[in-house]
């Protein structure tokens, strides 16, 4: 299954790298602080957006942040159909074919977690701006 990655580009970013690397460890905690920020706007909309049959994949979804990116995450071995949910499932015949193979289907696809990252980008350029603001501050 292709993974689908959705980016979003900054201008100025170069610019603001580059005091990044000059300032070296000391920004760590406020990068992975600024990339929390941006992905609880998207976590909190994805879970808004998830299908609910039990409750398992709603409470599996969770976020990140890390010195470089933002992350939000849904499925684990507990919830391993987070991916057909998403991107959806072709039919697959039912039988002794393939012995342990899926079967079942057809699942539609159900983009909630890019349909959050499409819906909330505003807010997130919004918190970007004002994150990378105040660490210049900070550092300045």
């Known amino acids: 299954m292709a993974k689908q990655v959705v980016k979003i580009e900054l201008e100025g970013v170069t610019e603001f790298k580059r005091v990044l690397r000059r300032l070296g460890n000391a920004v760590d905690d406020d990068r992975k602080a600024m990339h929390r920020d941006?992905?609880?706007?998207?976590e909190k909309d994805t879970i808004r957006r998830v299908p609910v049959r039990t409750g398992a994949l709603k409470a599996d979804i969770?976020?990140?942040g890390y010195k470089?990116?933002?992350?939000?995450?849904a499925g684990r071995a507990r919830v391993?159909?987070?991916?057909?949910?998403?991107?959806?499932w072709p039919t697959?015949?039912?039988?002794?074919?393939?012995?342990?193979?899926?079967?079942?289907?057809?699942?539609?696809?159900?983009?909630?977690m890019t349909d959050a990252v499409e819906s909330e980008r505003r807010k997130v350029m919004d918190s970007?701006?004002?994150?990378?603001?105040a660490i210049l501050r900070k550092y300045d």
Do not use: C, Q
């Open 92 to 112: 697959r015949p039912f039988g002794d074919w393939l012995p342990g193979a899926p079967s079942g289907g057809p699942i539609a696809a159900n983009p909630f």
């Open 68 to 73: 470089a990116s933002g992350v939000v995450r």
């Open 80 to 88: 391993p159909y987070a991916g057909p949910i998403h991107y959806g």
């Open 62 to 64: 969770r976020s990140a």
């Open 38 to 42: 941006v992905a609880k706007i998207v």
């Open 128 to 133: 970007f701006e004002r994150d990378i603001a």
